[in-house]
Structure formats: C-alpha cells, structure tokens
C-alpha cells in the first residue's frame, strides 16, 4: 500500500498585466520535483493572475512558501489598481485535498504554510473556510472586506489579529488569506427534453436546498446548441456526495416526467477517487481503491 | 492534451537463488526517474524471477537493456537447473501497452530493445507474440521449445534464425524471448447461488469460444468460504471487451436462472483506462478521457 498524497494549489495573486512578474510567480511550481503546474491565467482588468497546480503535500509546501515570497518582493499593493478586491500581492491561497489526503490534513498544510510564510517575509496571515480559527473568519468575502486599503485599520481590532506574522500590515504586500476547503467538482446531466422548466424542477429535487442531496447545488440550464435542457450542478463534496448519486438521482426525477437522461459532462478535471467510486458503485467491486489503479502507482 | 504514456514490463530472469545476483537485475528497476517497481517474486524450485514494472516508454527501455546485461553477465545458463523451462538468462520480455500507448508503439519498443540488446551483449534475440516476425514464432512454447540446452542444433534451421544478434547462442546466456502482449485483467462476478452448474453455465455464454465476447475467457469456480459461486474471467484485451459489458453480460445470463450478482473483484492492479470506460458508459459522460484524471496529470 502506498501513502502517496496529492494536494491541489489554486492561489490567487494581485498582479494580471506585468509578465514578467507573473512569470517569476509561475515559475516557482514550473518543473519543480513533486508539482505539476496544470493551469495559470491572468486577467489584465482585474489585475489578477490565478494559478492552479497539483503535487505531494512537501513539495507544494516549498513551491507554495517561494511563490508567496516572490509576490511578496515584485508586487506593490500601494500601487496596485484593478476590478477584484484584494487585500495581499499573495491574496488567497486554497490548497484542496485530492486524493489519499484528509481535510485535516489540508488544513495543517495550510498552517505550516501560513507559519513558515509569515515568519520568513513577515507577513500577516489570515486563515479562512475549513481552516479558520473562527466562524466569523470562515468567508473570504468577510476576511477580505476593507481590501489592501482599509487593512491597518481593520487589524487594529482584536477581531481581526492575524493568525500568523506581525500585528501589521505588510507595507508592500498587506495580508494572505490561506486555507483549505473542498474539491468543487462542476457535473452536468443533459436531457432528452426542451422543457427548460422540467430541468429547472429536477434541480430543484436534487439539491440540497431543496431537499436533495447534502452536498449538490443545482440549475436547470437551456442547451441552445444541443435542442436540449441540463441539469448544471456543483457537488462542492465529492467524497459524500458521490457524481453517481446525483446522476441516479437527476435520472430518477426525470422519470417522472418520462424524459430519459442523453448524457452527461464533467468540467474540467476529475479526481481519480470519483472514478472509484464509479466503478465500485456499479460494478459492485469488493476492497477496490486508487492504490489499485497503475497509473496511480507510478507516483509512489 | 498530455502526451504521457505508460507501459508496463514484466521480465523473466533465469535466477530464483542467489539473492545477491537477484537484486543486481532488480536495482535496474529500482528508483529510477520514470520507473517504477511494481513487484518481484522469486520461486527456488522454478530458479526463477519475475518482475513487473511501469514507466515511461524512453525509461523503461534503458531500464530493461541495463537488466538484460546484468543478467548475461551474472547468469550462466550452462549451470542453471530449475523446473521451468528457460532459453535465456533474460528469458522472455514482454511489453504491455497501460495508457496512451498503442500495440504497435509497444511492439516498436521491443524491437528497439532487442537491437540494442543484442549488439551490446552479443546476445540473440526472438520477437514473441504480437511482435513476432512470422505466425510459427508467435506462441512463448514454440520458440522456447529445446531451451538452452537444444538451441545451438535449433539456431542452425534458417526458421529459427534470430532477429537480432549473432546467429549462434550467447555461450552462458543463450537467447532472449522479448515482444509485446496485452495487458490482461482477471475479473470475477459473484452470485447469489451455490449452484456451481449454473455458474458453468454462464461462463460458457459469456466466453468467447461459447460464442459470447471476443476477448473474454471465463469459467464457473465455487465459493467455498463464501457460499457462493462465481464467474471467474479473463480478459485479454481490455480496450476492446470492456469491464463493463463483461459485468453486464454475465448479470444478463444470470437473470435467466433468477439469480442477481453479488458484486465483483479485480485481481491486482487496474489501468486508469478501464476506470474511464467505466464511468463513461454508466454515466454516459461525453469526451471523457484519462489526461482529464487529475493524478493522471502528475505523470507529464
């Protein structure tokens, strides 16, 4: 049995137009050992590049810790304008468990982070969702309010004393909010249908809001192209509520209106832990887990 | 789109004795960047090892000339006994097709192989199975049949004349076996029965020599800890007879009896494809693909 860990990265920083800046902070994941850099984009009126980027707990840590760093030297908050609100040249830092790694875990990755960014470039850190340290710290949006801007005010509040580093802000750099939360999985189920109020009222079973799934929102959507109506969801925790389940579920309700379900698409990229669960689901397989898959063996 | 593919090796060496010459072939395998040991097992009656490793095409090719030399060079054939027949130090060297990677890529491998083989060890070489040169070489028995022992008087018929390397055996190392197979996944479905004729009876549907699934061997096994019966099956190429229909086609059959299937079981490792196959036909996912799993990804 391997122990083998895989963590997802998607940190937020506040600098879209300069690329020469940008490509000092993209290349502390490019062609490190243990990190795969999957994705980077930047929006130029946001002033806003996000970056996405896969790897062992270890090795995420360090490229994460050198990337905060690198922001922190080559990004200047005081003179930073664009559309999204930010409050640090490193702003928001998720890391996600994806496989063979529990929450905990993630959180605790966090910390670390937090804790060795803090002290090496004095840095204040906030953390946020499933790492806070406090339920008014859970939301991003509340963390965030005041931006860059109104933060040395704010942290003169014992409310808001950071989690980790100074008391201050960063001159430069202001704040990061790190944490950890879910792997969003974005699933669509296409339908024999043009009724887009069917679709709307199947999504409305199926969700969690509306009684159905714990971890499942929904939409019913109208597929112009296709003459078709979707079922759009977000299953925002794809290790209780599984894609199966809402698949089986948007099938079941839509039964009732006797339409059959065409198909369906998964947006983006998929843990392996789904496709388990799949093939364990239907083809009832007894003890079967990612250990067992060999691509999955080739990153012991 | 990724370009990353993975095949698997799974070497037969003529030594199950000597420990220390056992892990000088082994360390071939071992640590190195783009392989990765999966298994070793040796048997002292056979004198025997086999090895399974994956990795990158590129890696596993100079793992593998690295392991035939070390076994020419420590395996002398002209004072081997065991139970197994055996031609070779490296006997037989089959390359197995996992992800992204046709039969034809893997048959090219191992004749790159067998050419680089064969001019550094000065060391005869047959193409096996998919790879064989001519119908009477495709069959392991065939080309092994004399072994070590007979091969001198074999290599004098102009229908055994290598592939590559002298026209004469290695004097202590004889003759390597090497080509490419499919990957082949035993597969079991369960039932809720101890009827051992009825399982029989399914397996004779669902084989291919029953005139059922082309790439599908089966036969009815009991249960005894269990108190069930079972399908017990192997499927010989997964890419074209899925998993899935396997699972189906026995579940179908069973229905004639009013039997339902308890679940099922894979014998060791899975390729990532098989899992994509899966939830594409039971979810009905639209351009799903293996570089779309995101420890997959890791792997570029």
């Known amino acids: 049995m391997t122990t083998n860990q895989i963590v997802e990265c998607v940190p937020n920083f506040s600098e879209g137009r ?11 994941f490019r062609g490190k050992t243990g990190v795969k850099l999957l994705d980077y984009s930047n929006d130029v009126d946001h002033n806003r590049m996000v970056i996405t980027a896969i790897g062992s707990p270890e090795a995420m840590k360090s490229a994460m810790v050198e990337a905060i760093g690198t922001a922190v030297r080559e990004i200047d908050l005081t003179k930073h304008q664009g559309q999204h609100p930010r409050m640090g040249a490193a702003d928001v830092v998720p890391f996600i468990p994806v496989s063979n790694m529990t929450m905990d875990e993630a959180i605790n990755l966090a910390k670390e982070v937090a804790k060795e960014a803090a002290e090496k470039f004095m840095l204040p850190m906030y953390l946020y969702e499933k790492a806070a340290s406090a339920p008014h710290r859970e939301n991003l949006a509340e963390v965030r309010k005041g931006q860059f801007e109104g933060l040395t005010e704010k942290m003169k509040s014992p409310l808001w004393k950071p989690d980790f580093g100074p008391d201050t802000p960063h001159p430069t750099a202001g704040a990061t909010i790190i944490g950890a939360r ?6 669509n189920v296409n339908l024999h249908s043009t009724d887009l109020e069917i679709a709307k009222a199947i999504a409305r079973k199926v969700r969690f809001i509306g009684g159905g799934l714990r971890f499942c ?26 894609v199966y389940q809402a698949f089986e579920m948007v099938k079941m309700e839509a039964a009732r209106y006797g339409i059959s379900v065409a198909g369906s698409e998964v947006i983006g990229l998929l843990p392996l832990g789904v496709l388990v669960d799949t093939a364990n689901y239907y083809l009832g397989i007894e003890d079967f887990t990612v250990d067992r898959v060999l691509e999955y063996r080739m990153l012991e």
């Open 217 to 242: 929102k929904a939409m019913g959507v109208n597929l112009q192209g296709k003459n078709m109506v979707q079922v759009s969801m977000n299953l925002t925790d794809f290790t209780k509520t599984s």
């Open 182 to 187: 879910n792997y969003l999985i974005a699933y």
């Open 18 to 28: 300069n690329t020469e800046k940008m490509e000092k902070i993209i290349d502390c």
